[in-house]
């Protein structure tokens, strides 16, 4: 009788985000890379179409979603899960994306400044050997931030970090020193919650230590 050998598990992140591929080193994670190609301001027009207003968390997890099933729609090795994340964050009941451009940059750091809001990132973990089972979760952290004053809003753009962040700041990044405390998980605010993660590796029958280097 021969012997049954189990296919290991290989995690794909279906991101290009620098932030996300942190995280998961930093917790000594193994896995690739491959970047979606979803159009995500259709992707969430369809869904407001059909479901009506979503909020900043749902609209976080219906990214995230729609980035893991893009790229678990390719032919992957056995053992392939593909977790698509997705971050929005929410000040005063408004969900805001990356600013792109210094000019909306500003008028966020102008709202940020003495504010709190949430940034919620959506997880979503989907099996490619059984594609039925996807799951997804939301992280979501309380952000306080200082006082912030013109010349360091002028200075903060100008170093062009905020550009392609969730909410225009990154807690990692130059913006530390803007922020006076959060209520919830740091990696998260980063872009990925690895506590979220080893949830969703454990609800599909992986232990994320199978993952580690």
């Known amino acids: 009788m021969s012997e049954v050998v189990e296919t290991p598990a290989r995690l794909l992140l279906a991101s290009a985000?620098?932030?996300?591929?942190?995280?998961?080193?930093?917790?000594?994670?193994?896995?690739?890379?491959?970047?979606?190609?979803?159009?995500?301001?259709?992707?969430?027009?369809?869904?407001?179409?059909?479901?009506?207003?979503?909020?900043?968390?749902?609209?976080?997890?219906?990214?995230?979603?729609?980035?893991?099933?893009?790229?678990?729609?390719?032919?992957?090795?056995?053992?392939?899960?593909?977790?698509?994340?997705?971050?929005?964050?929410?000040?005063?009941?408004?969900?805001?994306?990356?600013?792109?451009?210094?000019?909306?940059?500003?008028?966020?750091?102008?709202?940020?400044?003495?504010?709190t809001g949430v940034l919620h990132s959506g997880h979503w973990l989907i099996d490619t050997a059984a594609p039925d089972t996807a799951q997804g979760q939301i992280s979501s952290t309380v952000v306080h931030f200082s006082k912030v004053s013109e010349a360091e809003i002028e200075a903060y753009v100008a170093s062009g970090e905020p550009l392609p962040c969730a909410g225009a700041f990154t807690i990692d990044g130059l913006a530390a020193s803007f922020i006076e405390s959060i209520e919830g998980n740091f990696q998260n605010v980063v872009g990925l919650d690895v506590s979220t993660l080893r949830t969703l590796l454990g609800n599909a029958g992986v232990q994320i230590i199978d993952l580690w280097k």
């Open 17 to 115: 985000s620098w932030g996300r591929k942190k995280v998961l080193t930093d917790a000594g994670l193994a896995f690739t890379t491959r970047v979606s190609a979803v159009d995500e301001d259709a992707v969430l027009q369809a869904a407001v179409a059909e479901l009506g207003p979503r909020t900043p968390a749902q609209t976080a997890l219906l990214l995230a979603r729609a980035k893991a099933e893009d790229v678990a729609a390719d032919d992957h090795e056995a053992g392939t899960l593909v977790l698509g994340c997705d971050s929005v964050f929410e000040l005063d009941g408004v969900a805001y994306g990356k600013p792109h451009t210094p000019e909306v940059a500003r008028e966020r750091w102008q709202q940020l400044s003495g504010s």
